[in-house]
């Protein structure tokens, strides 16, 4: 196996795609591209990296196993940190907000994996995580204006009674998400009583996007 296959499997084990695999790394998609064509291998630190993302188990080629082995050993006692993405696309709470129709990194935090590991356990993925500015008091007392959001985007389907944000007629929201089991309506609710809420019809519910799931404020607390 070729260190081009091998990376392309691991990113495909994580079920990941070339973008959302250069943000965990805060690398440029075309870098990955570039690895998976041959055209110049990743640092043994990107690799390190891409199996702290992926969790892929195989050991990479040409390399003994016990020194791989060893190597990760040391590489993971001293590397405990992640950087997520702030996105700056126009994520506000309340009446929603139109949709710019391009989404920039604004700048990255670091989070420790084992932070994350302990307050966000079910996470489809690292690589998956980003974080939103929550702008007004819609969703209080869940979490408040000037909190930064934690956004799992690796859920893209909506199984109710969480926080989503979503895309829905050319505007972006988040809110909490009720469905009915019996009819199977969907209500878009505010936790705060002051702000409204609002049903998604049937017909809406076909063109809804669903963006992530919402899983920390960064107030010191789960969302879900």
Known sequence: MEISDWVRNAREFAGLTQPQLGDALGISKQNISAWERERHEPSFDNLIKIISVTGYPEPLPGLPLELWQARLDAEEAKQN???????????????????????????????????????????????????????????????????LLVVDRGVNDMKGNAVYAFRLQGQVFVKRIVRNPITMSITAKSDNELHGSFEIEPAQAESLEVLGMIVYAMRGKRVQ
């Open 81 to 147: 940190e992640i950087y997520l993405p702030v996105r700056n696309a126009a994520f506000e709470l309340g009446y929603g907000t139109d949709d710019p129709g391009i989404e920039l990194v604004a700048e990255r935090i670091r989070f420790t994996r084992s932070f994350i590991r302990s307050e966000m356990p079910h996470i489809t993925s690292l690589a998956n995580l980003s974080l939103l500015p929550h702008a007004d008091s819609s969703m209080e007392p869940t979490f408040s204006a000037g909190n």
